[in-house]
């Protein structure tokens, strides 16, 4: 079955660190761009980092310097470590994967989120 099962998130005070993990099953993992994206309340799904097939990282200006998205090609799993959080991050996120290794494709699989909660 081809899925993509997330763990982490939860809830921490602004400055704490979460990480969030999300696993690949039913498919050759490595030829695929992965991603996080979250969504707040009331707005709209915007990409927070994504990982090529060759390694090639990009983030949201948002996020860099503080979280950090990384990949295990034998585990299946990426993962992204978020650290410094802000209260305005609040929200659930959500691992993809991308219609082939470029990331600007669109998603094709997605996690089933996992609630972020930053308290001030």
């Known amino acids: 079955q081809v899925q993509l099962a997330e763990s982490g998130g939860g809830s921490v005070q602004a400055g704490g660190s979460l990480r969030l993990s999300c696993q690949a099953s039913g498919y050759t993992y490595s030829s695929y761009c992965m991603g996080w994206l979250r969504q707040a309340p009331g707005k709209g799904r915007e990409e927070v980092a994504a990982?090529?097939?060759?390694?090639?990282?990009r983030y949201a200006d948002s996020v860099k310097g503080r979280f950090t998205i990384s990949k295990d090609n034998a585990k299946k799993t990426h993962y992204l470590q978020m650290d410094n959080l802000k209260p305005d991050e609040t929200a659930g996120y959500y691992c993809?994967?991308?219609?082939?290794?470029?990331?600007?494709?669109?998603?094709?699989?997605w996690g089933q989120g996992n609630q972020v909660t930053v308290s001030s």
């Open positions: 993809a994967r991308v219609l082939g290794g470029d990331c600007d494709k669109e998603v094709n699989l």
């Open positions: 990982i090529d097939d060759d390694g090639t990282i």
